[in-house]
């Protein structure tokens, strides 16, 4: 089956360049963890400022009511267009706000998707922005569909490296391309995957190696590197 | 070419465009005049690792270098300034302007259901505790009884800050809302108008009755030109994200919706901006005892044929449109 019609939160972007680009949007789950961190630093913030204008009197307690208010409305507003789309919460979970189409978020759409918090809040607790995002085949809640943006995560960079002690091994048989994208990929992850789950992948391709086991698998790797280029 | 090879020829340019990208991060978000260059070629190695079947972690890698670069070309301009501030001004009178039907109709369902109301407060007071409660008109009496030193709601010169927090956070919320409910086919916004619309005129007509206009209307006038205007805004603003929903025309409903918002929020600046000035002056000018009645009522006029002359008639926003 191709992978468009599996459930999947990779979306995809065509860019004027010509390319398609790929990033995975986040769900419900990551975004309320992150919206948990930002209200705990708001709240950090309430406390702080209410602390300070209790000794100010009525010019103090003016200015937490002023400060409470931007912060409630724009504190997501700042950080999405000055910080890169990350509020600190997001930034700790790795996500990041964009346009629909992977650009920056600007002014504009930044203050739409959050004004648009107070319908997604409705009734309570964000249960409209909620079912919105189970709705939508991108995790968009009423204010990201109005503004058409998007929560995606922010890549980690996990750097893969190869035994390089493997021998490159030219394959006996043609491989499909689909067979070859498995080895490598298999090759190329051998090192977070454990030795039996690696071989019981191996004994699938027994057609392709001849051998079982351990012997599969080796097999198989020197054929990853091969593949990826490795000179004998 | 084998992806090895093709790693080793390009391993070089990849490091320089990445801390490329790192440096232009740091020094205020100006790549160098090579950097386009630089990325429409870093495209054209991303389609390559992926036509030649190359494998996860390099076009991972690639994608990744390529998101980057995205987000560098395509930045929108973010810096905030008097000019850009000015600016939005200038857009939300455009819009304003081309928007009429939605401020007419919000402007209507505002001002008819007031009219309504406090007529019929006026001639009959049972009308009034239908809206609000005994206690609550009892609380609205004294606030604006003529026996009072001081009109409004009764505090001493230093809770004028605390009160100009108080109308700001209150009033721009209800703003907000009205313009979100709108997302749910308008319903939010025609509810949050009508309602604000009924308490009015419920009021006016109440106080009125009451015998205290002498009060109260001085005490309205001045801010209200600001404030009133600027929640019949936010509802229409509101009305146009519904109006989109309900009838989308030749687009489909989530574009259209996204259209509309675009357009909408600028009215949502002028608005917050107008509640601002609204905060400020029911804080500070309305609540004042000092001043004659006479005054207050032909400053409050003046304001009001500020407000309407600037926001409908003024040339200001057709002299320029940026963006």
Not at chain 1, 78 to 86: A, D, M, N, P, T
Not at chain 1, 161 to 183: F, H, N
Not at chain 1, 203 to 208: A, E, F, G, S
Not at chain 2, 31 to 38: L, N, T, V
């Amino acid at each position: 089956m191709p992978a468009s019609k599996l459930i999947d939160n990779q979306v995809r972007v065509e860019t004027p360049e010509g390319i398609d680009f790929v990033q995975a949007a986040a769900g419900p789950v990551p975004r309320i963890l992150a919206y948990m961190v930002d209200l705990g630093w708001r709240c950090l913030v309430y406390m702080v400022i209410g602390i300070l204008s209790a000794f100010v009197g009525g010019l103090g307690s003016g200015a937490f009511l002023i400060l409470t208010f931007l912060l409630e409305w724009f504190y997501p507003v700042f950080f999405e267009v000055l910080r890169k789309g990350q509020t600190p919460g997001k930034k700790a979970l790795g996500l990041r706000v964009v346009n629909a189409d992977f650009t920056p978020i600007g002014w504009g759409a930044s203050i739409v998707r959050n004004l648009l918090r107070a319908a997604d809040f409705f009734p309570a607790f964000y249960a409209t922005g909620l079912i919105s995002m189970m709705l939508t085949g991108r995790f968009q809640r009423l204010g990201d569909l109005a503004a058409g943006s998007l929560v995606i995560y922010q890549e980690a960079e996990r750097p893969l490296t190869v035994d390089p002690q493997i021998k490159p091994l030219m394959p006996s048989v043609p491989l499909t391309r689909e067979e070859r994208q498995g080895i490598v990929d298999l090759t190329l992850r051998s090192g977070s995957i454990s030795e039996s789950r690696q071989e019981e992948l191996a004994n699938l391709l027994t057609p392709v190696t001849g051998e079982s086991g351990t012997a599969g698998l080796n097999r198989l790797k020197g054929i990853g590197v091969w593949l990826l280029g490795g000179k004998r | 070419m084998r992806e090895r090879d093709f790693e080793q020829r390009y391993a070089e340019f990849w490091k320089a465009f990445e801390s490329g990208l790192e440096a232009a991060g740091k020094s205020g978000q100006t790549p160098d005049k090579g950097f386009p260059e630089a990325y429409r070629q870093l495209c054209n190695h991303l389609a390559m690792a992926r036509q030649r079947d190359y494998s996860e972690a390099l076009v991972a890698y690639l994608n990744r270098l390529v998101m980057a670069g995205h987000h560098l070309l395509y930045q929108p301009e973010s810096r905030v300034g008097i000019g850009r501030l000015a600016g939005a001004l200038a857009l939300f009178l455009t819009t304003l302007r081309r928007n009429r039907r939605f401020v007419i109709c919000s402007a209507l369902l505002f001002l008819l259901p007031a009219l309504v109301m406090g007529v019929g407060t006026y001639h009959d007071e049972s009308i009034t505790y239908s809206l609000i409660s005994p206690p609550q008109a009892a609380e609205m009496e004294s606030m604006y009884d003529p026996a009072n030193a001081r009109i409004g709601p009764e505090r001493d010169a230093e809770t004028d800050l605390e009160m100009f927090g108080y109308y700001i956070q209150h009033n721009i919320s209800i703003a907000f809302q009205s313009f979100a409910g709108g997302i749910f086919f308008g319903v939010g916004s025609v509810v949050v108008v009508l309602y604000n619309g009924l308490f009015l005129g419920a009021v006016s007509g109440h106080l009125t009755q009451a015998g205290f206009s002498e009060t109260f209307y001085p005490f309205v006038i001045g801010h209200g030109a600001f404030e009133l205007t600027a929640i019949v805004i936010s509802g229409a603003a509101g009305m146009m994200l519904g109006y989109a929903l309900i009838s989308p025309g030749r687009l489909r409903r989530l574009e259209a919706l996204r259209r509309a918002a675009a357009e909408a929020v600028k009215l949502m600046y002028g608005a917050t901006f107008m509640l601002f000035i609204a905060a400020f002056l029911e804080a500070f000018w309305s609540s004042s005892t000092s001043l004659p009645v006479a005054l207050k009522l032909s400053v409050g006029a003046l304001l009001w044929i500020f407000v309407l002359w600037f926001c409908f008639f003024s040339s200001l926003g057709e002299r320029r449109e940026p963006e």
